[in-house]
């Protein structure tokens, strides 16, 4: 059974910094892209951030470039969002979810972290 | 201020057929295929339509999408009060490289 398991999330004063993980199991983890999609309380979706499969290559959102680093451990099945300079408008439930094959939507999502931003 | 357009709400009764529009352009829609998520209440979402009219396995087929040059649409027959959910559209977009989601559309059954 595929699953994906956020934590790390919490409350933090904003310009700080706070590190999500994500721990994929039951599949190839190496072979998928992954991604991060935040969705701020009562709003909608927003993607946040991709990595291709072996972390070659990353695509942010303008809202986060420079801030927010996307990174993986294929040994560990582990996705990780490292986000630094946190402002309020960063407060979010952060889900990562799992591209499937082919650009084929994103398939599994986790349940989500509460980031909070505020002093 | 999404780039995908969507109707903030749509509403049915029971049996009923509903669409969903969502709204973009060249370097979005028209350039890739679109998907569909499904939000319950509370919980994360769930890949609805894939590729433009694709549907995961588990999905049933009262699900349908399609698209036309720069606009897709979710149809859903036969609507039952478990559909009532909020809908979003989502597409790769050239320009601003990167994913993006429409702004949610909130079905009600009435």
């Known amino acids: 059974e595929v699953q994906l398991v956020e934590s790390g999330g919490g409350l933090v004063q904003p310009g700080g910094s706070l590190r999500l993980s994500c721990a994929a199991s039951?599949?190839?983890?190496?072979?998928?892209?992954m991604h991060w999609v935040r969705q701020a309380p009562g709003k909608g979706l927003v993607w946040v951030s991709r990595i291709n499969n072996d972390g070659s290559t990353t695509r942010y959102a303008d809202s986060v470039r420079g801030r927010f680093t996307v990174s993986r451990d294929n040994a560990k099945s582990t996705l990780y969002l490292q986000m630094n300079s946190l402002r309020a408008g960063d407060t979010a439930v952060y889900y990562c979810?799992?591209?499937?094959?082919?650009?084929?939507?994103?398939?599994?999502w986790g349940q989500g972290t509460l980031v909070t931003v505020s002093s | 201020q999404s780039v995908l357009t969507q109707p903030p709400s749509a509403s049915g009764t029971p049996g009923q057929r509903v669409t969903i529009s969502c709204s973009g352009s060249s370097s979005n829609i028209g350039s890739h295929g679109v998907n569909w998520y499904q939000q319950l209440p509370g919980t994360a979402p769930k890949l609805l339509v894939y590729r433009n009219n694709q549907r995961p396995s588990g999905v049933p087929d009262r699900f349908s999408g399609s698209k036309s040059d720069t606009s897709a649409s979710l149809a859903i027959s036969g609507l039952q009060s478990e559909d009532e959910a909020d809908y979003y559209c989502a597409v790769w977009d050239d320009s601003l490289n990167g994913c993006v989601f429409g702004g949610g559309t909130k079905l009600t059954v009435l």
């Open positions: 039951g599949f190839a983890f190496s072979s998928y892209w």
């Open positions: 979810a799992r591209e499937g094959v082919g650009g084929g939507g994103f398939d599994y």
